[in-house]
């Protein structure tokens, strides 16, 4: 259906910072919102950040607001998570995703999202 690939997780020691990207294989990339989610040990998936079809919109969740930053490139099909200040806590495997639908603004639910990536690892040395 679409194929997503992320990449860029690693060992970082706390404070430091991690690049992550997702390359999608849909054609119309452009017209769909993207999200990051993460799945930590014994933990459900949460959300993370996501940007609209247009990324003129931008929605974090309260545990990263200031410290990530999700981006898009529709000239390369990837979306971005730029990751600063990282904490222990911030150790999951991460998930990058795409809406079900076109043209949507606000969307940060998991269940809005119908295309999801095998996830990259990201551990936060304390």
């Known amino acids: 259906q679409v194929q997503l690939v992320e990449s860029g997780g690693g060992l970082v020691q706390a404070g430091g910072s991690l690049r992550l990207s997702c390359a999608a294989s849909?054609?119309?990339?452009?017209?769909?919102?993207m999200g990051w989610f993460r799945q930590a040990p014994g933990k459900e998936r949460e959300f993370v950040a996501t940007?609209?079809?247009?990324?003129?919109?931008?929605y974090y969740a309260d545990s990263v607001k200031g410290r990530f930053t999700i981006s898009r490139d529709n000239a390369k099909n990837t979306v971005y998570l730029q990751m600063n200040s990282l904490k222990p806590e911030d150790t999951a495997v991460y998930y990058c995703?795409?809406?079900?639908?076109?043209?949507?603004?606000?969307?940060?639910?998991?269940?809005?999202?119908?295309?999801w990536g095998q996830g990259t690892q990201v551990t936060v040395s304390s």
């Open positions: 849909r054609r119309t990339f452009s017209s769909y919102a």
């Open positions: 995703a795409a809406d079900l639908i076109p043209y949507r603004v606000h969307v940060t639910n998991s269940a809005d999202f119908g295309s």
């Open positions: 940007i609209s079809w247009s990324g003129a919109n931008t």
